[in-house]
């Protein structure tokens, strides 16, 4: 028997997936055979991913849907889609967040923009896991498609609640450190329901979240020299790390924050 793909059968779900890491993580999660809903608050851009991964990978199917993550009505349709669609759900990627170009330090971040940030990046990952636990609950294990009980979950926080940056960005960097508090708590309170969830970590990646807010080669190199690899990230050097969280292989990793950025945590001094 040909040995099976590592997400074939398992229904998964992922946030922002319109651009960049989200976009990316569809098409591994598709090459890996899931069954995803994508979903985005463009809908336009999560249907013309649909279309491509499902002309691409034959034993993958992916169902579009549009979802404000802010809007917690949104969320539960599109998790209540999930089931309807495919039976169960195994896996969400709490993907979707803003960098606001507004967003600065503690005197000139003003109320709305913090806000706006933390409806999207916090509140939108909240409403995630709480609809996502409530339908992993109801999952029961099916050996034969080797599909288990529980989940995993994956939520995006960021290396910025690692470390302090003296180029802020306060809302965003307060944003995701709620992240991973969250996500440590959560995956304590739901560990013996066989739920794991871990918190993504991304370094400086070459999206257009990060390139629209370095926009001008200054902005760039104040942060390029900090980078021990000497380059951002790709997005699909993300999407990879999240196809081993979301699958089997990742089975004893709970409550971490799992970092995916060149080293860039553990760095004193760049090579010259
Ligand atoms: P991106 O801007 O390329 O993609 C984000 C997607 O989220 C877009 O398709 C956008 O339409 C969607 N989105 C925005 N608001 C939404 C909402 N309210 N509801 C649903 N979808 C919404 O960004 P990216 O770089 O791929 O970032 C993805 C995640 O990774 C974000 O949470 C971001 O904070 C995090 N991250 C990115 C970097 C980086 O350097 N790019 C670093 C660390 C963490």
Not at 188 to 201: K, P, Q, T, W, Y
Not at 202 to 215: H, K, S, V
Not at 236 to 264: P, R
């Amino acid at each position: 028997m040909a040995a099976r793909l590592r997400l074939e059968n398992k229904v998964c779900i992922i946030t922002g997936a319109g651009s960049g890491i989200g976009l990316e993580t569809a098409a591994q999660f598709a090459s890996e055979g899931a069954r995803l809903v994508i979903s985005d608050i463009n809908l336009e851009a999560v249907q013309q991913a649909a279309e491509k991964i499902n002309a691409k990978f034959p034993s993958a199917k992916a169902v579009a849907v549009k979802c404000d993550v802010s809007k917690e009505e949104d969320v539960k349709g599109m998790v209540d889609k999930a089931v309807a669609e495919f039976g169960r759900l195994d896996v969400i990627f709490n993907n979707a967040g803003i960098m606001h170009p507004q967003d600065d330090n503690a005197i000139t971040t003003e109320e709305k923009i913090w806000d706006l940030t933390h409806n999207i990046n916090v509140k939108g990952v909240w409403y995630g896991c709480k609809h996502a636990i409530l339908a992993m609950r109801n999952n029961k294990a099916e050996p034969e498609k080797g599909l288990g009980v529980g989940g995993s979950i994956i939520n995006v926080a960021s290396f910025v609640a690692k470390l302090g940056a003296a180029t802020p960005q306060l809302a965003y960097t307060a944003s995701k450190g709620a992240v991973l508090a969250m996500t440590r708590e959560l995956a304590m309170v739901h560990a013996r329901e066989g739920i794991r969830i871990n918190s993504l970590c991304p370094g400086p990646i070459r999206t257009p979240l990060l390139m629209d807010f370095l926009n001008t080669p200054e902005k760039l190199n104040r942060r390029m020299i900090h980078n021990p690899m000497g380059r951002f990230g790709e997005a699909v050097e993300q999407a990879k790390a999240v196809v081993f969280l979301a699958s089997d292989d990742s089975s004893y990793i709970n409550g971490t924050d799992f970092l995916v950025d060149g080293g860039l945590h553990a760095c004193y001094v760049t090579p010259e």
